[in-house]
């Protein structure tokens, strides 16, 4: 039995030893965990003003327990299992003014680099720059700040705090940009200079931004103080209703085929409607407009960065089964729901909102060739929505188009459009006064384009719309075409009826108004297509084909079996300056140069006196859009290119 002592001492010695190495192991396995998902190692450099590294600087962390280490020859330091979270580094040492910066720790990341952290010698120049951020009414805690410039201290970070307050310490003297990003909030910058000792202080203001996309099913009251992104299309549908404050800015989120449309009504048989169109009430005032745009920042906005408005209503159209499919596909309109037609009694005066003040700029969106998206689409609109007061501006399709419908409107705004500036199809009877169009010189079409229908039928209600005090300016170039495209003021085709007055064409660089068609001729001679009261100037002018800056389809054949010529004569054209307090023509300059125009005459020249019809303004007895004391551009419209 005592020869068998050695070999049980060392089997019991061989497993103490095993069982040793396993805790080991373990507690390595352990360690390597916490190092991984559950910690991170901080690292970075500390360097003077010239980036230089300094050594012996104490570089501490505010995790529970703090850590920290102390810089190298190189500047380095290292601070290992750092938990997940976002914390505070201060920077210190003898002769060096303390400095903190922040940092976060992500999940899953076993190191994070800080990288160069600027740190001044107390010998050296430098200041603080602090202050708050807030949004919505209240300080915003997390918001990132970062110090942007040319000294050592570029690049900065810091996050506020729970009340919303930030701080650099250190900071070199110089001019800097302080950025500011939260989530939901517009981002923001300030510029500041830092001098020696002192506090430079940027408080920060931020906008709010909500999304809007989707449908709206009940009614919702936007609040001016946020920023609302328009992503893809935003449909109101029956029975719902958007109400907009003056001072909303809407801006359009790029490539997300953005556009808001209102939803035609429904209905049970023909005289009864289920639910109501949906409506918007766009409330803007002169000094507060409404603005629907793109969000690029000025200075890099083009036309065609998003859609436009389209309102769909149920009032009367010339379309085979009363039903029409909206440019880009944007809905149904009209009053034919299939087996039955809607009583134009119902539909014909029905509305689709209010919209005071507002603009529309940077849209249009070109779905496919001649399937676009316009400034604004009124759909079988009816007479009871209310445009007061609305600018369509840098559109690349029409600035405003009516496809059948009864709606009426005052003080409209075309700038800068790429195709047609108004425009009128599928028996619309429209009625407008105090319009102004202005073309750019670069990319546009006509002033004013008329249809009945595509292909010129005697569908009815016959298009017919009416228009009073109206100035429409061409692009006043020496060409014929405006960027290969056509230029003519008015452009009445395909069996269209009209009634123009008190209006001014100028500068179009083809022709005033044409007549396109022998049926738009024919209408001419049986007086339902006229335009009486009218200044043109400065129109391409063909004297053997055109009378009084007018062509109709006979002259251009040289003969007149109509008496047109002396139809036209009778509707009183002047030919003459209209004398604009300030627009620029001179030299064939473009009209549209980025800055507000005055279209206002000099002197009045008086036309004759607007129906008394309870819409229209029976005081505007001049010609054109303005009198010649008031120019109401003034506050609310928009005239920047980009």
Not at 108 to 124: H, K, L
Request: proline letters at 4%; hydrophobic letters at 35%.
């Amino acid at each position: 039995m005592r020869k068998n002592t050695p070999m049980r001492f060392l089997s019991i010695l061989s497993l103490t030893v095993l069982f040793a190495f396993n805790l080991a192991m373990i507690g390595c396995s352990d360690d390597k965990k916490d190092d991984g998902p559950n910690g991170s190692t901080v690292s970075g450099t500390v360097v003077n003003s010239s980036s230089q590294p300094v050594a012996n600087i104490v570089v501490s962390i505010n995790t529970t327990p703090a850590k920290s280490d102390t810089t190298g020859a190189d500047g380095k330091y290292s601070i290992a299992e750092v938990p997940v979270g976002t914390y505070t580094l201060t920077f210190s040492g003898t002769d060096f003014v303390t400095t903190t910066t922040s940092v976060t720790v992500e999940q899953d990341d076993p190191s994070t680099q800080v990288g160069n952290t600027a740190i001044a010698a107390t010998s050296e120049q430098t200041g603080t720059i602090s202050g708050t951020v807030s949004g919505g009414g209240n300080n915003l805690a997390d918001a990132e700040i970062k110090i942007i410039g040319t000294t050592a201290s570029n690049g900065r970070t810091a996050v506020t705090d729970a009340s919303g307050n930030y701080s650099f310490t250190g900071v070199f003297v110089g001019a800097y940009t302080v950025a500011v990003e939260r989530d939901g909030y517009t981002p923001d910058s300030s510029d500041v200079t830092v001098t020696a000792t002192q506090t430079s202080t940027a408080n920060f203001s931020l906008t709010q931004t909500a999304i809007l996309s989707g449908n709206l099913t009940t009614t919702l009251t936007l609040n001016p103080n946020i920023v609302y992104k328009l992503s893809g299309p935003y449909q109101i549908v029956p029975g719902a209703i958007l109400n907009i404050p003056a001072g909303t800015r809407i801006e359009a989120v790029e490539g997300t085929g953005a556009l808001i449309l209102t939803i035609r009504a429904t209905a049970s048989n023909a005289s009864t409607v289920s639910k109501p169109n949906g409506k918007i009430y766009a409330m803007g005032t002169a000094d507060n407009p409404i603005v629907f745009t793109t969000e690029r920042s000025a200075g890099t906005r083009t036309r065609g960065l998003w859609g436009g408005i389209v309102l769909n209503g149920v009032a009367d159209i010339n379309v085979p089964g009363d039903i029409g499919i909206g440019e880009g596909n944007t809905g149904s309109y009209g009053p034919g729901f299939g087996s039955f037609t809607l009583n134009s009694s119902v539909g014909d005066t029905m509305s689709s909102g209010e919209f005071h003040y507002v603009r529309v700029e940077f849209g249009g969106t070109k779905v496919t060739p001649d399937n676009e998206v316009n400034g604004w689409t009124f759909n079988a609109v009816g007479s009871n929505t209310v445009l007061d007061h609305i600018q369509s501006h840098m559109i690349a399709d029409d600035g405003f188009e009516w496809f059948g419908g009864t709606v009426k409107g005052k003080y409209l705004v075309a700038s800068g459009c790429d195709d047609d500036m108004f425009d009128t199809d599928f028996g619309t009877q429209v009625k407008l006064q105090h319009v102004f169009g202005i073309q750019d010189k670069a990319l546009a079409n006509r002033g004013m384009e008329a249809d009945n229908d595509g292909s010129g039928s005697g569908n009815t209600p016959i298009s017919k719309p009416t228009i009073w005090n109206f100035t429409f300016i061409g692009g006043n170039d020496i060409d014929d075409k405006n960027n290969d495209d056509n230029s003519e003021g008015m452009y009445w085709r395909r069996n269209t009826r009209y009634d123009a007055n008190n209006g001014i064409v100028a500068y179009f660089n083809r022709i005033g108004l044409v007549l396109d068609g022998s049926a738009d001729s024919t209408n001419a001679a049986n007086g339902t297509a006229t335009a009486k009261n009218i200044i043109m100037f400065n129109n391409a002018i063909n004297p053997a084909k055109h009378i009084n800056q007018v062509a109709f389809k006979t002259t251009a054949q040289n003969y007149d079996t109509l008496g047109l010529r002396s139809i036209i004569n009778s509707w009183n054209i002047r030919v003459q300056n209209p004398n604009f307090t300030a627009v620029t023509t001179a030299g064939n300059a473009n009209p549209m140069d980025g800055n507000m125009p005055d279209p206002r005459p000099t002197a009045t020249v008086t036309g004759d006196t607007p129906p008394n019809d309870g819409f229209f303004d029976v005081a505007a007895t001049y010609i054109g859009a303005f009198n010649s004391t008031t120019n109401w551009l003034t506050n609310w419209t928009t005239w920047a290119k980009q």
